[in-house]
């Protein structure tokens, strides 16, 4: 073991050695317990109480017991301590978050949409964090991503069976893009009914389409086309200018890509269909202060845009 030397301790130290060896009633149990040698304890006890000008502890064959003095000073020794701690703590909080690197993942679209504009308020705040955004079209991959370290934190949809640790970030409504050419878009609103007659284009990962949608979509007897698939919502809606179908977009998403297809537009549609974006780790309570702070700039990025 090595062993501290008394000479190097802040003063701090002389009270976690009495209130130690108070607790223990030994000066040697709170010397191994706080790696100091019995001799280093012995010496920082006899500087305290000459600081302090009476005896704290009364030493006999048996071991150490508070004198009546000391019983006055113990609660405000262990005031002083925890303060001490509460502010070694607070420090290394302060630097943590100024240094580090985080992982951010999710959908493109989301990447861009919510991921990246947090990502500027954050590195404003704390310029000196490295951060990576890894996009990933498959909802199961990215979970696997989280699980296995691959990535700190994912934005994403929620689906069924999700394993990791979330939060909800927003409820956002899906609306119906289509062409403006497209009769459907004379409609304020666009009906399952009115939708049964167009195909439906929609956005397709390698695990085939978001639970939510597929079962919308089955509920009230949409066909999706079956001759054009893209994993790339802007490949498909580059598609839609073209064609006289329709396809199912949460707003969020509708209104990133919205300037980058001028010959489309979007409609509410009914019955409703929510999507559910959440924010994933593997752990909350084991997350890193960068990643703490990445959380609050989320929640706020979405608060002040997307509510």
């Keep these: 073991m090595n062993y501290r ?5 802040m003063n701090i130290e002389k009270y976690k050695v009495f209130l130690t060896a108070a607790r223990k009633g030994s000066f040697i149990q709170a010397a191994r317990e706080l790696g100091y040698t019995p001799s280093a304890v012995t010496q920082m006890m006899n500087s305290l109480e000459n600081e302090c000008g009476f005896s704290l502890l009364q030493r006999s ?23 001490e701690e509460r502010l070694e703590e607070q420090c290394e909080n302060i630097k943590g978050i100024h240094l580090g690197r985080l992982r951010i993942a999710g959908f493109t679209s989301t990447a861009c949409a919510i991921i990246l504009p947090v990502v500027e308020r954050f590195q404003e705040r704390y310029p000196n964090i490295d951060v990576d955004i890894l996009e990933e079209n498959s909802p199961k991959t990215l979970a696997e991503w989280v699980r296995s370290g691959v990535a700190d934190i994912t934005i994403t949809t929620k689906q069924p069976d999700y394993e990791n640790e979330w939060i909800i970030l927003n409820v956002n409504p899906y609306v119906a893009v289509l062409s403006k050419q497209n009769p459907l878009s004379r409609n304020e609103c666009i009906t399952a009914e ?12 390698r695990h085939g389409l978001e639970s939510n949608v597929a079962e919308y979509m089955k509920k009230y007897n949409l066909q999706p086309l079956s001759t054009f698939t893209s994993n790339c919502n802007y490949v498909m ?13 949460p707003v969020y998403m509708w209104d990133f890509y919205a300037p980058m297809h001028p010959g489309l537009t979007a409609r509410p549609i ?38």
């Design 194 to 205: 009115e939708m049964q007659q167009s195909r439906v284009l929609m956005f397709r990962s």
């Design 61 to 83: 064959n048996k071991g150490v017991v508070l004198t009546k003095e000391g019983h006055a000073i113990l609660p405000y020794a262990r005031q002083l301590v925890e303060v």
């Design 5 to 9: 030397k008394s000479g190097d301790c």
């Design 270 to 307: 009914s019955p409703s269909l929510t999507c559910d974006i959440i924010l994933t780790v593997a752990s909350f309570s084991e997350c890193s202060v960068p990643a703490r702070a990445f959380i609050e700039c989320t929640k706020e990025f979405i608060k002040d845009s997307l509510t």
């Design 237 to 249: 809606l580059k598609k839609l200018e073209q064609t006289p179908c329709v396809s199912l977009l």
